[in-house]
C-alpha cells in the first residue's frame, strides 16, 4: 500500500553535507554539532500493509513522526522514495507533481493530528464537512457523509455544537471523522491520544479498534506508548536515533526482541495483555490421535478430553472420558454453569491469552483453537499454559547475562 524505501531526512542548512558526512560513518551527534544539520531518520525502509494498522514507536526525536510526515508529502525525504500504491499504479510522493499530490491528499490519504486541528468558528458538522466542500460536492452530498461519519464515531446528537464545548475525546473524535469523510484509502494518525487523560486514552484505543474492525483502513499510527503501540499494531516498527531497528507483530517484538533497546523496551510488558493463543497453543501437527481411528484426536497427553475432525480438519464431536459434549463458541466472560460436562470451548488463534487462561481457569478443560473456517489449527490445556509460564521469564532479559 505504501513503502518507505532507504528514506532519509535532513533538517538543516545543508543536507547534502550532512548525508556525505554520514555515508562517511560520523556519528549524527557530531553532524548536528559540527554542521547543524539534523538528521531526522536514516535508512528508513518498510512497507505498510493494505488493510493493516502499523505503529512507529519510539521516543522523542527518533524520526516517527517525520517518517509519518513523509506518507503524504508534507515532509520530502532528501534521499529514499516513499510509494503509495493507486488504483491504477505505483506514484512515488517524493516525485509526484503538485495536482496529483493535491487529489491523494484530498482523496486517498488523510491525517488525524495530536492537537485535534479544528477549526473553533465551525460547528461539528461543518468541521467534518470541510474536506467535502474543498472538493466541490453537492451540499445535499456533503450533508449525508457528514452525518453517517458522526454517528459513525457517535458524536450524532453533538454535530451542531462547537469545538468548545466538548471534551477532548470528543474533539478528536471529530477530527477522526473528517479524516473518515473523504473516504480515504490510508489514515495517516501522529499520536492523536498523547494528549489525552489515561481512561478516556482507552476509550479511544478502543474505538479506534472498533471502527478498524468495521472499516478496515490501512493505518500508520505513531506512538511513543509502547502499550499503546502492542494493543493498536497490526505490525509496529520500532524507531531509535533515525532508525527502524525492529518491525514485527506484537508477539514478536515482545518474544523476539531484536536488539538492547528494543529489549529494554519489553522488558516489564505484561505477556497476558500482548499475545495471543497462537503464542501459547500446541499446533495441531504435534497432538496424538486414536490408534482406533486417526479422526479422534487426543487433546492432553492424558487423552481424557478428544475431539473428531471431519475431512476438512473441523471438530465435529468432543468427549471428556466418556461423555460426550457440545464445541461452544468463545464469548467474552462466559461462566462455567453455561457448559455441561463434556463440552469444550472453541477460540480463534487471535484471542488474547488472558481470555485462553480465563477459559482453563473457569472450565479446567483445553481450549480448541479454530482459524477462519473452523479448522482445528491447535489446543491450550493447562500443560501449555504451565510450559508457557515457565518460559516467559527469558524474555525481555540478556540471555547471556
Known sequence: ??????????????????????????????????????????????????????????????????????????????RGHVLYQDERETLDLTVVDEKTLRRIRMSRISMVFQRFALLPWRTLRQNVAFGLEVRGLKRREVRRIVDEKLELVGLGQWKDKYTHELSGGMQQRVGLARA???????????????????????????????????????????????????????????????????????????MNPGTDYVR???????????????????????????????????????????????????PVSVWAGERPGRIVAYVDGMRRDEL?????????????????IEVNHVTGRPLLVVDSRGKLIGVISAWEILRGLLERPTVGNDPGA
Open 1 to 78: 500500500m505504501i513503502t518507505f524505501d532507504h528514506v532519509y531526512n535532513v533538517f538543516g542548512p545543508s543536507p547534502s553535507e550532512a548525508l556525505a558526512r554520514l555515508d562517511r560513518g560520523e556519528s549524527r551527534d557530531l553532524i548536528l554539532e559540527q554542521t547543524g544539520n539534523l538528521i531526522a531518520t536514516v535508512d528508513a525502509s518498510v512497507q505498510v500493509l493494505r488493510g493493516e494498522i502499523l505503529v512507529l514507536m519510539g521516543l522523542s526525536g527518533s524520526g516517527k513522526s517525520t517518517l509519518l510526515r513523509c506518507a503524504n508529502a508534507l515532509v520530502r525525504p532528501v
Open 180 to 254: 473518515l469523510a473523504t473516504d480515504p484509502d490510508v489514515l495517516l494518525l501522529d499520536e492523536p491520544f498523547s494528549a489525552l487523560d489515561p481512561l478516556i486514552r482507552l476509550r479511544m484505543q478502543t474505538e479506534l479498534l472498533t471502527l478498524q474492525r468495521e472499516l478496515k483502513k490501512t493505518m500508520i499510527f505513531v506512538s511513543h506508548d509502547l502499550d499503546e503501540a502492542l494493543r493498536l499494531g497490526s505490525r509496529v516498527a520500532i524507531m531509535e536515533a533515525g532508525h527502524i531497528v525492529q518491525v514485527g507483530t506484537p508477539e514478536q517484538i515482545v
Open 264 to 314: 529494554q523496551f519489553v522488558a516489564h510488558v505484561n505477556p497476558l495483555n500482548v499475545l495471543r493463543s497462537s503464542a501459547l497453543m500446541r499446533p495441531h501437527a504435534e497432538l496424538d490421535r486414536d490408534r482406533a481411528d486417526p479422526t479422534v484426536i487426543r487433546l492432553e497427553p492424558t487423552g481424557h478430553h478428544r475431539c473428531r475432525v471431519d475431512a476438512e480438519g473441523r
Open 340 to 356: 455441561v460436562d463434556g463440552d469444550l470451548v472453541a477460540g480463534s488463534a487471535d484471542l488474547p491469552m488472558r481470555a485462553a
